[in-house]
Protein backbone atom coordinates (compact mmCIF):
# COMPACT_ATOMS: atom_id res chain seq x y z
CA UNK A 1 0.00 0.00 0.00
CA UNK A 2 1.10 3.39 -0.78
CA UNK A 3 0.08 6.45 1.26
CA UNK A 4 0.73 10.03 0.13
CA UNK A 5 0.73 12.93 2.40
CA UNK A 6 0.43 16.35 1.61
CA UNK A 7 2.12 19.40 2.77
CA UNK A 8 -0.35 22.66 3.59
CA UNK A 9 -1.24 25.00 1.64
CA UNK A 10 0.62 28.33 2.05
CA UNK A 11 0.13 31.52 0.46
CA UNK A 12 2.29 33.41 -2.13
CA UNK A 13 3.21 36.15 0.65
CA UNK A 14 4.26 33.36 3.00
CA UNK A 15 6.40 31.37 0.58
CA UNK A 16 8.52 34.54 -0.26
CA UNK A 17 8.84 34.84 3.41
CA UNK A 18 10.21 31.87 3.99
CA UNK A 19 12.79 31.77 0.54
CA UNK A 20 13.86 34.70 2.74
CA UNK A 21 14.02 33.12 5.93
CA UNK A 22 16.54 30.51 4.13
CA UNK A 23 14.75 27.53 5.90
CA UNK A 24 13.89 24.43 4.42
CA UNK A 25 10.35 23.79 2.80
CA UNK A 26 9.10 19.91 3.55
CA UNK A 27 7.40 18.42 0.31
CA UNK A 28 5.18 15.46 0.30
CA UNK A 29 5.82 12.26 1.85
CA UNK A 30 5.09 9.11 0.39
CA UNK A 31 4.88 6.06 2.75
CA UNK A 32 4.96 2.04 1.36
CA UNK A 33 5.50 -1.58 2.54
CA UNK A 34 4.21 -3.50 5.18
CA UNK A 35 3.27 -1.55 8.57
CA UNK A 36 4.46 1.29 6.36
CA UNK A 37 8.25 0.98 7.05
CA UNK A 38 9.26 2.52 3.57
CA UNK A 39 9.25 6.22 3.38
CA UNK A 40 10.10 8.68 0.39
CA UNK A 41 9.76 12.67 0.71
CA UNK A 42 11.05 15.96 -1.16
CA UNK A 43 12.46 18.86 0.27
CA UNK A 44 13.23 22.04 -1.15
CA UNK A 45 15.96 24.43 0.75
CA UNK A 46 16.28 27.52 -0.50
CA UNK A 47 18.69 30.79 0.94
CA UNK A 48 17.77 33.87 -1.02
CA UNK A 49 19.41 37.02 -0.02
CA UNK A 50 20.80 40.37 -0.54
CA UNK A 51 24.16 40.77 -0.65
CA UNK A 52 25.89 44.73 -0.32
CA UNK A 53 29.72 44.96 -0.85
CA UNK A 54 31.33 48.66 -0.60
CA UNK A 55 33.77 47.72 -3.51
CA UNK A 56 33.69 46.12 -7.03
CA UNK A 57 31.92 48.31 -9.25
CA UNK A 58 32.42 51.51 -11.00
CA UNK A 59 34.79 52.89 -13.04
CA UNK A 60 37.81 52.05 -10.89
CA UNK A 61 35.88 49.22 -9.06
CA UNK A 62 36.09 51.35 -5.45
CA UNK A 63 31.95 51.75 -5.77
CA UNK A 64 29.31 49.97 -4.03
CA UNK A 65 28.14 46.70 -5.33
CA UNK A 66 24.89 44.80 -4.96
CA UNK A 67 22.84 41.96 -6.00
CA UNK A 68 20.26 40.07 -4.83
CA UNK A 69 20.46 35.87 -5.69
CA UNK A 70 20.20 32.25 -4.12
CA UNK A 71 23.08 31.59 -2.29
CA UNK A 72 21.41 28.16 -1.69
CA UNK A 73 18.82 26.57 -4.08
CA UNK A 74 18.41 22.78 -3.34
CA UNK A 75 15.84 20.10 -3.64
CA UNK A 76 16.60 17.06 -1.74
CA UNK A 77 15.35 13.20 -1.58
CA UNK A 78 14.88 11.46 1.71
CA UNK A 79 14.13 7.46 2.03
CA UNK A 80 14.22 4.44 4.43
CA UNK A 81 13.19 1.72 4.98
CA UNK A 82 12.64 0.19 8.44
CA UNK A 83 15.45 1.79 11.09
CA UNK A 84 18.31 0.34 9.35
CA UNK A 85 18.34 2.01 5.86
CA UNK A 86 17.95 5.27 4.60
CA UNK A 87 19.01 7.24 1.73
CA UNK A 88 19.70 10.90 1.00
CA UNK A 89 20.38 12.81 -2.31
CA UNK A 90 20.52 16.15 -2.59
CA UNK A 91 20.65 18.73 -5.85
CA UNK A 92 21.55 22.19 -6.11
CA UNK A 93 21.44 24.78 -8.99
CA UNK A 94 22.85 28.13 -9.11
CA UNK A 95 23.65 30.57 -11.46
CA UNK A 96 25.86 33.90 -11.13
CA UNK A 97 27.60 33.86 -8.35
CA UNK A 98 29.18 36.83 -9.06
CA UNK A 99 29.99 38.60 -5.59
CA UNK A 100 31.88 37.04 -3.46
CA UNK A 101 33.88 37.89 0.12
CA UNK A 102 37.18 38.58 -1.81
CA UNK A 103 36.17 40.15 -5.07
CA UNK A 104 33.72 40.92 -7.68
CA UNK A 105 33.37 38.87 -11.23
CA UNK A 106 34.16 41.00 -14.32
CA UNK A 107 31.55 38.60 -15.85
CA UNK A 108 28.55 36.40 -15.56
CA UNK A 109 29.94 33.23 -13.83
CA UNK A 110 26.90 31.33 -15.58
CA UNK A 111 24.89 28.66 -13.83
CA UNK A 112 25.85 25.15 -12.34
CA UNK A 113 23.51 22.26 -11.42
CA UNK A 114 25.14 19.34 -8.96
CA UNK A 115 24.44 16.68 -7.00
CA UNK A 116 25.46 17.59 -3.97
CA UNK A 117 24.89 14.36 -1.50
CA UNK A 118 24.20 10.98 -2.50
CA UNK A 119 24.52 8.79 0.43
CA UNK A 120 23.36 5.13 1.15
CA UNK A 121 23.33 5.23 5.54
CA UNK A 122 23.36 1.94 7.15
CA UNK A 123 22.47 1.65 11.00
CA UNK A 124 23.52 -1.64 12.83
CA UNK A 125 23.68 -0.19 15.96
CA UNK A 126 24.22 3.33 17.67
CA UNK A 127 27.42 2.52 18.10
CA UNK A 128 28.30 1.40 14.82
CA UNK A 129 26.74 3.35 11.14
CA UNK A 130 28.09 3.51 7.94
CA UNK A 131 27.92 5.96 5.43
CA UNK A 132 28.97 4.80 1.85
CA UNK A 133 28.24 7.50 -1.23
CA UNK A 134 29.17 11.14 -1.47
CA UNK A 135 28.59 13.02 1.69
CA UNK A 136 30.66 15.51 3.79
CA UNK A 137 34.07 14.35 5.08
CA UNK A 138 34.86 14.61 8.84
CA UNK A 139 37.30 17.18 9.57
CA UNK A 140 36.12 20.67 10.46
CA UNK A 141 32.88 21.17 12.88
CA UNK A 142 31.65 24.13 10.56
CA UNK A 143 31.54 22.13 7.84
CA UNK A 144 29.28 19.54 8.88
CA UNK A 145 26.93 21.96 10.45
CA UNK A 146 23.74 21.94 8.49
CA UNK A 147 23.18 25.27 6.11
CA UNK A 148 19.73 25.89 7.31
CA UNK A 149 20.75 26.21 10.85
CA UNK A 150 24.10 28.26 11.19
CA UNK A 151 25.09 30.16 13.91
CA UNK A 152 26.40 32.60 11.41
CA UNK A 153 24.94 33.67 7.85
CA UNK A 154 27.24 31.31 6.13
CA UNK A 155 30.85 29.24 6.79
CA UNK A 156 34.23 30.61 6.65
CA UNK A 157 35.22 30.91 3.33
CA UNK A 158 38.75 28.70 4.87
CA UNK A 159 37.10 25.25 6.22
CA UNK A 160 37.82 23.79 2.46
CA UNK A 161 40.95 21.94 2.32
CA UNK A 162 43.24 21.14 -0.71
CA UNK A 163 41.44 19.39 -3.82
CA UNK A 164 37.72 18.62 -2.54
CA UNK A 165 35.03 21.45 -1.50
CA UNK A 166 32.67 20.30 1.01
CA UNK A 167 31.70 16.80 0.37
CA UNK A 168 34.12 13.74 -0.99
CA UNK A 169 33.16 10.05 -2.38
CA UNK A 170 33.81 7.15 -0.40
CA UNK A 171 32.94 5.75 3.01
CA UNK A 172 32.67 6.11 7.06
CA UNK A 173 32.37 4.32 10.04
CA UNK A 174 30.56 6.41 13.01
CA UNK A 175 28.71 5.55 16.04
CA UNK A 176 27.77 6.80 19.83
CA UNK A 177 29.33 5.32 22.61
CA UNK A 178 29.10 5.72 26.74
CA UNK A 179 25.62 7.12 26.60
CA UNK A 180 26.35 9.63 23.39
CA UNK A 181 28.83 11.50 25.47
CA UNK A 182 31.51 10.08 22.54
CA UNK A 183 31.37 10.35 19.12
CA UNK A 184 33.26 8.70 16.87
CA UNK A 185 33.96 8.97 13.27
CA UNK A 186 36.46 7.14 10.45
CA UNK A 187 35.85 7.44 6.92
CA UNK A 188 38.55 7.09 3.94
CA UNK A 189 37.46 9.31 0.90
CA UNK A 190 38.87 10.02 -2.05
CA UNK A 191 40.64 13.21 -2.03
CA UNK A 192 42.26 14.44 -5.07
CA UNK A 193 40.56 13.28 -7.65
CA UNK A 194 42.52 10.27 -9.59
CA UNK A 195 44.57 11.88 -12.43
CA UNK A 196 47.80 10.36 -14.36
CA UNK A 197 51.45 10.72 -13.45
CA UNK A 198 52.18 13.57 -15.33
CA UNK A 199 49.73 15.65 -13.08
CA UNK A 200 49.84 14.21 -9.48
CA UNK A 201 52.36 12.13 -8.03
CA UNK A 202 50.62 9.51 -6.77
CA UNK A 203 46.39 7.88 -6.22
CA UNK A 204 45.54 7.45 -2.64
CA UNK A 205 42.62 7.32 -0.55
CA UNK A 206 41.93 10.52 1.97
CA UNK A 207 41.73 9.48 5.22
CA UNK A 208 40.22 11.24 7.88
CA UNK A 209 39.79 10.78 12.29
CA UNK A 210 37.60 12.36 14.09
CA UNK A 211 35.88 12.53 17.47
CA UNK A 212 33.67 14.60 20.13
CA UNK A 213 32.71 14.42 23.87
CA UNK A 214 29.51 16.24 24.71
CA UNK A 215 29.71 17.55 28.37
CA UNK A 216 25.76 18.35 28.44
CA UNK A 217 22.84 17.22 26.05
CA UNK A 218 24.77 15.11 23.58
CA UNK A 219 25.02 15.75 19.77
CA UNK A 220 24.56 12.27 18.28
CA UNK A 221 23.38 12.96 14.89
CA UNK A 222 26.21 12.43 11.76
CA UNK A 223 25.13 16.34 11.17
CA UNK A 224 25.49 19.45 13.54
CA UNK A 225 24.03 22.30 13.77
CA UNK A 226 25.16 26.28 14.56
CA UNK A 227 22.25 27.08 17.11
CA UNK A 228 19.83 24.38 18.35
CA UNK A 229 17.73 28.25 19.12
CA UNK A 230 17.93 26.99 23.16
CA UNK A 231 16.28 23.74 22.56
CA UNK A 232 19.37 22.35 23.97
CA UNK A 233 22.25 22.89 26.37
CA UNK A 234 25.30 22.01 24.91
CA UNK A 235 29.31 21.91 25.26
CA UNK A 236 31.03 19.59 23.00
CA UNK A 237 34.73 19.54 22.62
CA UNK A 238 35.69 18.05 19.21
CA UNK A 239 39.09 17.47 17.45
CA UNK A 240 40.21 15.83 13.96
CA UNK A 241 43.02 14.56 11.64
CA UNK A 242 42.89 13.83 7.84
CA UNK A 243 46.12 12.97 5.77
CA UNK A 244 46.63 11.69 2.03
CA UNK A 245 50.13 11.12 1.47
CA UNK A 246 52.25 11.90 -2.47
CA UNK A 247 49.22 14.41 -2.98
CA UNK A 248 50.89 16.84 -4.96
CA UNK A 249 54.75 17.57 -6.95
CA UNK A 250 56.75 20.71 -5.70
CA UNK A 251 58.23 20.33 -8.62
CA UNK A 252 55.26 19.94 -11.72
CA UNK A 253 58.35 20.27 -14.28
CA UNK A 254 60.70 18.11 -13.20
CA UNK A 255 57.72 15.71 -11.50
CA UNK A 256 59.86 15.50 -8.64
CA UNK A 257 59.79 16.47 -4.71
CA UNK A 258 56.59 14.90 -3.95
CA UNK A 259 54.37 16.11 -1.34
CA UNK A 260 51.69 14.66 1.42
CA UNK A 261 49.22 16.19 2.65
CA UNK A 262 47.67 16.49 6.45
CA UNK A 263 45.12 18.73 8.03
CA UNK A 264 44.09 18.75 11.91
CA UNK A 265 42.12 20.65 13.94
CA UNK A 266 40.17 21.37 17.33
CA UNK A 267 36.53 23.02 17.89
CA UNK A 268 34.33 24.40 21.14
CA UNK A 269 30.88 24.85 20.82
CA UNK A 270 28.73 26.37 23.65
CA UNK A 271 25.04 27.00 23.88
CA UNK A 272 23.14 27.50 26.70
CA UNK A 273 19.41 29.00 27.19
CA UNK A 274 19.10 31.70 29.80
CA UNK A 275 15.42 32.26 30.87
CA UNK A 276 13.66 35.74 30.51
CA UNK A 277 16.98 36.44 28.69
CA UNK A 278 17.03 34.45 25.46
CA UNK A 279 20.26 31.80 24.55
CA UNK A 280 23.96 32.23 24.74
CA UNK A 281 25.79 30.68 22.07
CA UNK A 282 29.44 30.57 21.74
CA UNK A 283 31.59 28.59 18.68
CA UNK A 284 35.38 28.58 18.01
CA UNK A 285 37.67 26.50 16.65
CA UNK A 286 41.11 26.07 14.65
CA UNK A 287 42.37 24.32 11.61
CA UNK A 288 46.06 23.93 10.23
CA UNK A 289 46.33 22.51 6.61
CA UNK A 290 49.77 21.40 5.91
CA UNK A 291 51.31 20.12 2.27
CA UNK A 292 54.72 19.97 3.16
CA UNK A 293 55.50 23.59 2.17
CA UNK A 294 54.91 22.85 -1.53
CA UNK A 295 54.18 25.91 -2.27
CA UNK A 296 57.75 27.04 -1.81
CA UNK A 297 58.74 24.63 -4.60
CA UNK A 298 60.64 25.09 -8.03
CA UNK A 299 57.42 24.88 -9.92
CA UNK A 300 54.21 23.81 -7.77
CA UNK A 301 51.34 22.84 -8.04
CA UNK A 302 48.36 25.33 -8.55
CA UNK A 303 46.22 22.91 -6.10
CA UNK A 304 48.50 23.89 -3.26
CA UNK A 305 48.19 27.76 -3.08
CA UNK A 306 46.08 30.02 -2.26
CA UNK A 307 42.53 30.29 -0.23
CA UNK A 308 42.50 25.85 -0.05
CA UNK A 309 45.91 25.49 0.07
CA UNK A 310 48.67 25.24 2.80
CA UNK A 311 46.82 27.27 5.57
CA UNK A 312 46.26 27.54 9.50
CA UNK A 313 43.07 29.11 10.68
CA UNK A 314 41.35 30.59 13.47
CA UNK A 315 37.53 31.05 13.56
CA UNK A 316 36.10 32.68 16.89
CA UNK A 317 32.54 33.47 16.30
CA UNK A 318 30.33 34.53 19.91
CA UNK A 319 26.82 35.37 19.58
CA UNK A 320 24.58 37.17 21.40
CA UNK A 321 20.60 37.39 21.69
CA UNK A 322 18.36 40.05 19.73
CA UNK A 323 14.45 39.98 19.55
CA UNK A 324 13.81 40.17 15.86
CA UNK A 325 16.24 39.30 13.00
CA UNK A 326 19.69 38.02 12.13
CA UNK A 327 22.12 39.65 10.22
CA UNK A 328 25.67 38.41 9.54
CA UNK A 329 28.79 40.49 8.67
CA UNK A 330 31.89 38.49 7.77
CA UNK A 331 35.66 40.23 7.70
CA UNK A 332 38.22 37.87 5.76
CA UNK A 333 41.78 38.79 6.68
CA UNK A 334 45.09 37.13 4.30
CA UNK A 335 48.36 37.82 3.62
CA UNK A 336 48.15 40.70 0.82
CA UNK A 337 44.78 42.86 2.04
CA UNK A 338 41.64 42.89 3.62
CA UNK A 339 38.02 42.54 2.04
CA UNK A 340 34.83 42.60 4.07
CA UNK A 341 31.07 41.78 2.61
CA UNK A 342 27.91 42.13 4.42
CA UNK A 343 24.70 40.30 3.66
CA UNK A 344 21.44 40.63 5.69
CA UNK A 345 18.75 37.60 6.42
CA UNK A 346 15.77 37.90 8.38
CA UNK A 347 14.32 34.79 10.15
CA UNK A 348 10.88 34.01 11.15
CA UNK A 349 12.26 31.87 13.92
CA UNK A 350 15.14 33.55 15.67
CA UNK A 351 16.90 36.64 16.92
CA UNK A 352 20.41 36.41 17.02
CA UNK A 353 23.12 39.53 15.97
CA UNK A 354 25.90 37.31 15.29
CA UNK A 355 29.57 38.64 13.96
CA UNK A 356 32.38 35.97 12.83
CA UNK A 357 35.81 37.05 12.26
CA UNK A 358 38.24 34.62 10.21
CA UNK A 359 41.78 35.11 10.72
CA UNK A 360 44.10 33.51 8.10
CA UNK A 361 47.45 32.55 7.07
CA UNK A 362 47.45 31.79 3.65
CA UNK A 363 50.22 30.34 1.92
CA UNK A 364 50.16 32.30 -1.69
Not at 255 to 260: E, Y
Request: proline share 3%; hydrophobic share 35%; glycine share 10%.
Amino acid sequence: MIKITKAGKISTVAAGLLLVAGTAFAGPRMTFGPNEEGALQIDYKGQFQMTVRDTGSGENNDDTTTNFNFRRNRLALMGKYGDMLSLYVQTEFTEDQNITTLGVANANQGTEFQLLDAVMRFKLHDSFRLNAGKFKYNLSRENLEACEMPLTLDRSLFIRTAYTTTRDTGVAVWGNLFDDIFQYRIDAMEGRKAVSGETSPSSNFRYSFRGHVSLLDPENDYGYKGTYLGKKKVLTVGGAYQFEPEIAYGDTVARTDKKDYQAWTVDGFFEYPLEGLGTVTASAAYEDVDLDDAYKGASPDAGVIGINGQKNVGTPRPVTCSPTCRCSSSAVMRSGGSHRSTTFSTRKWTGTVAAPITTSVAKT
